[in-house]
């Protein structure tokens, strides 16, 4: 068993709303960012959102803002994301991701613990 997991994938139809937990197994006492990727086919992970430790910082690509919304429940070790008015080019694997620190970090190589990632799809 990997320290996230992720689950809530499925597939929708454009303009339908899903909503990702990923559940962190291994509680941290230490700041911890945390982060969603996606990975269509044939393309590269990227990063999705990111949220740091107390919640009052975001990040989102330019694609997803005003759709989706990342948020965290650091007393149930979750983080989720919110997405709505989803479209085909939103299809992916959405993966979760954290590394220790306070900073959002957009690029896959700066984070540490990966889940398996749930498949989101899409049709027009």
């Known amino acids: 068993q990997g320290q996230l997991e992720e689950s809530g994938g499925g597939l929708v139809q454009a303009g339908d709303s899903l909503k990702l937990p990923c559940v962190a197994f291994i509680r941290s006492f230490s700041p911890v960012t945390m982060a969603w990727f996606c990975q269509a086919p044939g393309k590269e992970r990227e990063f999705v959102a990111g949220?740091?430790?107390?919640?009052?910082?975001?990040n989102y690509k330019d694609s997803v803002k005003g759709r989706f919304t990342i948020s965290r429940d650091n007393a149930e070790n979750t983080l989720y994301l919110q997405m709505n008015s989803l479209k085909p080019e939103d299809t992916a694997v959405y993966y979760c991701a954290s590394v220790k620190g306070t900073r959002i970090l957009t690029r896959e190589a700066e984070y540490e613990y990966w889940g398996r990632g749930t498949q989101v799809t899409v049709s027009s």
């Open positions: 949220i740091n430790w107390v919640s009052t910082s975001t």
